[in-house]
């Protein structure tokens, strides 16, 4: 449920709640006022009779109209009291300084159809109507009530005020104590969200890093160079040697043999299957910038379909020293290092 929902519904929790506790007092006192009535007819009675009766068709409107608009529910019940108090003004004004405090729960009630201009004008009109009420009304006035009865009119309007405002005040605690349960909920979920997230990334940044570590560990396999000695270094090509491989081929051996000051490069092509014209021109650039660096290269295994495709590409390996296995180039490089 929204936040906005969930105000909503609290709003007509506590409308129908007073209207309902109010509509239950005046329904209790109609019975009660009703068997007087019939017992010991006065002018007072049928009074009484009407601003009860009005009291509860306006508190059940606003329970049946519970799903319309907040605005359209709360106006029976609040028009209800309206009139009310303006009977009592007339008819039964010894009432009137009691049920003028009505007027707040019809406020109440009012402000929460969240129509705030509503609100104001509603306000506006309570007070106007609370201060004639008062001020209008007789200074002294002939009681056509009975005493006891009079006595019970002055507590009950005074309960029902406070149990009307104690509904409103309880709904509104029970909300803010719902609110925080939802507000502490959220923010575990969240937290719970925010961990689980945390965790995921740290899960991908550890397969990022494996991954990472695997590509690296395939590129060294891919393009092997091994350090013979402090001044030899062997490359032993597997495969189809194409021109991407034959570039990162030059990177790593010029890394190598800076590291190492090597003196000979070994290239032992008996695995390789295929060389085409861009493999054998990177190859003799890599010999070039070998040479750059102060060593020499030696290609070791060239097979008899490679020497094929090279004689018919017209490609010469320019200053690369071929030798015809692997064997022959060791024993090269370690003639030229003890020189």
């Known amino acids: 449920m929204s936040s906005r929902a969930f105000l909503e519904q609290l709003q007509r929790r506590i409308i129908i709640s007073v ?19 019939v017992f010991s007819p006065s002018f007072f009675a049928p009074v009484v009779l009407a601003i009860t009766f009005t009291g509860i068709v306006g508190a059940g409107l606003t329970a049946l109209l519970r799903e319309r608009p907040l605005w359209q529910m ?29 007027l707040v729960v019809v406020v109440l009630l009012v402000s929460l159809s969240n129509q705030r ?24 006035t002939i009681s056509q009530i009975p005493p006891g009865f ?10 029902v005020l406070i149990i009307a405002v104690w509904a409103v005040a309880d709904r509104i605690g029970v909300a803010q104590l719902t609110a925080l349960g939802i507000a502490d909920q959220r923010a575990s979920e969240a937290e719970a969200a925010r961990q689980a997230s945390e965790a995921t990334r740290q ?9 990472q570590r695997l590509l690296e560990l395939v590129k060294t396999l891919e393009l092997p160079v091994l350090v ?3 001044q030899v270094l062997l490359s032993p090509l597997v ?7 034959a570039g990162a081929l030059r990177r790593r051996i010029l890394e190598m043999v800076a590291e190492h000051r090597a003196r000979v490069v070994i290239l032992d092509v008996t695995g390789i299957t295929m060389i085409d014209t861009e493999v054998a021109k990177a190859l003799i650039d890599t010999a070039v910038a070998i040479r750059l660096l102060g060593a020499r290269t030696v290609v ?34 370690r003639g030229e290092v003890e020189v």
């Open 239 to 245: 495969g189809n040697l194409d021109s991407w491989r």
């Open 300 to 333: 070791s295994g060239i097979r008899a379909a490679v020497a094929q495709t090279l004689v018919s590409l017209n490609t010469s390996l320019g200053e690369i020293i071929t030798v015809a296995d692997l064997g022959a180039a060791l024993a090269y490089a």
């Open 117 to 140: 201009l509503f609100t104001i004008a509603t306000a506006v009109f309570c007070t106007i109507l609370a201060v004639l009420i008062v001020i209008l009304g007789p200074l002294e």
């Open 74 to 102: 709360v106006l029976p019940f609040t028009l209800s009291i309206i009139v009310n108090e303006i009977i009592v003004a007339i008819w039964l004004p010894e009432l009137r300084l009691t049920v003028a405090p009505f």
């Open 203 to 211: 899960e991908i940044e550890q397969r990022a890093a494996e991954q």
């Open 228 to 230: 013979v000695d402090d």
């Open 150 to 159: 009079l006595r019970y009119f002055h507590a009950s309007n005074v309960a």
């Open 19 to 37: 209207a309902l506790w109010t509509g239950g007092s005046c329904v209790l006192s109609f019975l009660l006022v009703l068997s007087f009535y």
